[in-house]
């Protein structure tokens, strides 16, 4: 007869903490990783410790979403308010008294270096979440009017550093929320009529203002330059250029198939400008060509795809417009990285989800994940 005091196996014992796990999602995020590690290791060769460092940081994002995969979605609703008003104090201070580099005011020195706008792209949707989460069932159009001025605050403070790229997740993170949150489409569709034909207009006349010299006022100068850039890299291709030509070049030139793992030479040759961080797809397309881009897509899709439906089966409305939010940050993540590389996007500086190299993006990514484990458990333990 077993004792009392006899413990149980450690797998028994372990079981409870990883019951919760998605498994199609885990999945995926495993491919991305192995991806990820490829990539890292070809283009970033010459780079010292850059692949072992990648994988350190994929350690370390695994640790913080088993984590936070274990804390209920009641306790993460608790720090939407905290977070929020942290990640707004802080990004005051960067305006006030920020770290200057480069002719952006992004970071602050508290003991340690941070960039508080990273607080900003996993506390805007909890906020918004949290939000939406005390109102339901008496929406109000106020309500929608006051969430988007909680968005405006530090998607404004933000773009006033200025850090485009960051922004733009911020924004559309915050979008996303308010949308599935029910935000009417009679309220949608005008603003994307306008900006369409904002960029018709844009597309049409830029290119004579960018020869003309003319000064946009609501731009800064390198926004007004990256724009001008998109438009005709090859105004100044050794330049402003420099980085969408040599990306185009090494997309092309890994044809259907791709040149083979380690034999890409725009790569290696060092053609590619930030081939390990911003331009890292660039890198990974001439190597496993349109087949490995086209797989890679579909990995990333089905990520998107998998979050969204764990979003439409969470138990709250709260887990669903925060798993709803999060689904778009992947996509957002995804689209932008490869639509700035292949030419059709500004440069931005936003990274490939778990290619790019990054400790502060991998551990965000990190979180996101943990959230949505932590949903899809929630939502597995009301049903059993």
């Known amino acids: 007869m077993a004792s009392v005091f006899d413990q149980p196996p450690l797998w028994r014992r372990l079981r409870p903490l ?15 990783a192995c991806a990820g590690l490829l990539a890292m290791y070809s283009s970033g060769y010459d780079h010292g410790t850059r692949f072992v460092d990648h994988g ?46 480069k002719g952006a005011r992004r970071w602050l020195n508290v003991g340690i270096v941070i960039q508080p706008s990273e607080i900003m792209k996993i506390a805007m949707p909890l906020m918004l979440a949290w939000w939406f989460q005390k109102r339901e069932g008496q929406l109000r159009p106020l309500d929608f009017l006051v969430a988007g001025a909680l968005l405006a605050v ?19 993170a915050g979008v996303s929320v308010i949308y599935f949150a029910g935000l009417s489409w009679k309220l949608v569709i005008p603003p994307l009529l306008l900006a369409a034909v904002g960029i018709s207009l844009l597309v049409i006349f830029e290119p004579t203002l960018c020869a003309s010299g003319y000064r946009w006022p609501i731009l800064h100068d390198y926004q007004q330059q990256r724009i001008c850039t998109l438009l005709d890299p090859t105004r100044d291709p050794l330049g402003k250029g420099f980085h969408i030509i040599q990306g185009m070049i090494a997309i092309g030139a890994g044809g259907i198939w791709g040149k083979g793992f380690m034999q890409g030479t725009q790569t290696h040759l060092e053609f590619i400008p930030e081939r390990t961080t911003d331009f890292i797809f660039a890198a990974f397309s001439e190597e496993f060509g349109l087949v490995g881009n086209l797989i890679l897509i579909g990995i990333f899709l089905f990520l998107v795809i998998r979050a969204l439906l764990i979003a439409a089966e969470a138990p709250t409305l709260f887990s669903r417009l925060l798993a709803g939010a999060i689904a778009m940050i992947f996509f957002s993540y995804a689209f932008v990285n490869m639509g700035m590389v292949s030419g059709i996007l500004p440069v931005v500086g936003v990274p490939l989800p778990f290619i790019s190299y990054g400790g502060t993006a991998m551990v965000m990514l990190g979180l996101c994940l943990g959230i949505l484990m932590s949903i899809a458990g929630a939502r597995r333990l009301i049903q059993s």
């Open 56 to 101: 350190r940081n994929m350690l370390i994002a695994g640790t913080i979403m088993f984590v936070v995969a274990q804390v209920p979605p009641q306790r993460l609703m608790a720090l939407a308010v905290p977070l929020y008003t942290v990640g707004v104090a802080l990004l005051i201070a960067v305006a006030i008294f920020g770290l200057t580099k």
């Open 154 to 172: 530090p998607v404004g403070l933000i773009m006033k550093q200025p850090d485009l790229g960051t922004a733009l997740l911020v924004l559309m």
């Open 18 to 32: 990883i019951r919760g796990f998605d498994g199609p999602l885990a999945f995926a995020v495993f491919m991305l």
